[in-house]
């Protein structure tokens, strides 16, 4: 089973709908959860969950947790926020603390694809947090895919002539945003779908490879 977990803060955008690609192309059963609106607090280093490897802190994310545990794969997306994983991102991952206490690592050898936004080609701190998190659970990440968001400047309101936002930045001082000055659209990102093609292929052939491993 594919568990997707998309962290964006925004419904049914860029990050989610990556997230969503991935795990409907793969050919296996699957679930995809939004983040957005859940109450979801960070680890408060309790400890309580030494002894079982259960989270006591009572909230969203116990149920998402029980949904990791149950999954074969998990695909993680997050945005870029202020140059790093998104809050509420980063508490869904703090809270994967619970699952690796005296030597059980309960998520260990779960396939792990990432996705997140990132604005630079050679630094991505999303990717690098969520790929932390996994391999510090001993999960196996298998690939990445990188897709093009948009800041919220181009919603907000006043983004057309904020001259300390984003879209000033790129295209000057509008009257007002228009259509031509949206970044493309999920579908209309052929590189991004070339990344998702290719991280779909390398998840069947790694199935193949377990299923011949499992009947000898």
């Known amino acids: 089973m594919i568990l997707g977990i998309s962290a964006s803060g925004r419904k049914n955008r860029m990050i989610h709908q990556t997230v969503e690609v991935i795990a409907t192309k793969a050919g296996l059963p699957f679930e995809v959860i939004s983040l957005a609106g859940k109450k979801i607090n960070g680890c408060i280093g309790c400890t309580q969950c030494a ?4 989270c006591k802190v009572k909230d969203d994310w116990n149920e998402i947790g029980e949904k990791m545990l149950k ?3 998990i695909v ?24 690796r206490h005296q030597g059980a ?26 790929e932390r998190f996994m391999k510090s659970n001993q999960m196996s990440v298998l690939g990445h895919v990188t897709v093009k968001g948009y800041d919220q400047c181009y919603t907000c309101g006043y983004g057309h002539d904020c001259e300390v936002g984003n879209v000033v930045r790129r295209h000057g001082i509008l009257e007002k945003i228009g259509p031509e000055h949206m970044p493309a659209d999920f579908s209309d990102q052929g590189d991004v779908q070339n990344q998702v093609a290719e991280i779909v292929e390398l998840l ?13």
């Open 71 to 73: 999954a074969d794969i």
């Open 76 to 99: 993680f997306g997050a945005p870029n926020y202020y140059g790093t994983i998104n809050a509420i991102g980063h508490a869904c991952l703090e809270r994967t603390f619970s699952f």
């Open 204 to 216: 069947k052939s790694k199935r193949s490879v377990r299923e011949d491993d499992k009947g000898k």
């Open 51 to 54: 002894s079982d490897n259960i």
């Open 105 to 130: 690592f309960t998520l260990k050898d779960k396939i792990g694809i990432t996705v997140s936004t990132s604005r630079s080609v050679t630094v991505d701190p999303v990717r690098e947090m969520i």
